[in-house]
């Protein structure tokens, strides 16, 4: 094994121990050192691949968007119009609500930090605005497709982004209160039929 790929396992392993103690106890009561324990590394390899504990959770955050931006992006080139572009794009919210069950009441705990902290507010804001120009993008694609009536784009992208906000966020809370998946799919469903040209 070269000395790249024992960095590249090492990074990787800090990822994977972080993951499972900010599931377990929460950011706040997560140390360094706790992660360090469970990734069977030393607190000098710790810092040499991240700056802070700050720094891996934003990895980790990243990671997360970056999987949920690769299903929407896979949903959408698979439709031959918007609207069915958006409800195949709704039909993945099961699988993002599969993979991060456990994880989601840790991002709602750093959503919480961004509340005191600038610096960590202005990468928590940053995605959801990358997400609402995207949706914005995809309702005016529909409008001059012609199957979206003429709205205004950033208004009808805002409303997508609150709303998957908040079926996470209800997700979170009671996991077990609804299908989520089917929520999220009957939802953009209702939204479409405000949205779409008939």
Not at 178 to 190: L, V
Request: hydrophobic content about 40%; overall charge negative.
């Amino acid at each position: 094994m070269t000395g790249q790929q024992r960095g590249e396992e090492t990074r990787s392993n800090i990822l994977e121990a972080a993951l499972g103690c900010f599931a377990q106890h929460g950011y706040e009561a997560t140390g360094v050192a706790g992660i360090c324990k469970r990734a069977g590394v030393t607190k000098g390899a710790f810092y040499y691949h991240f700056p802070s504990k700050q720094a891996v959770f934003l990895e980790l955050f990243n990671r997360w968007l970056e999987g949920i931006g690769n299903q929407l992006a896979e949903a959408r080139s698979e439709a031959t119009s918007v609207p069915e572009g958006l409800l195949r794009m709704a039909g993945k919210a099961q699988s993002v609500f599969d993979t991060t069950s456990g994880q989601l009441p840790m991002f709602l705990e750093f959503w919480t930090e961004a509340q005191h902290d600038p610096a960590i507010r202005k990468v928590i804001i940053a995605p959801y605005r990358r997400y609402r120009d995207y949706f914005s993008e995809i309702i005016q694609a529909g409008i001059e497709e012609h199957t979206l009536k003429s709205v205004d784009p950033d208004v009808a992208a805002q409303v997508m982004v609150s709303l998957a906000v908040g079926l996470v966020l209800q997700g979170v809370l009671d996991p077990k209160g609804a299908d989520w998946g089917k929520t999220t799919r009957n939802a953009i469903q209702i939204l479409l039929e405000g949205l779409q040209i008939k």
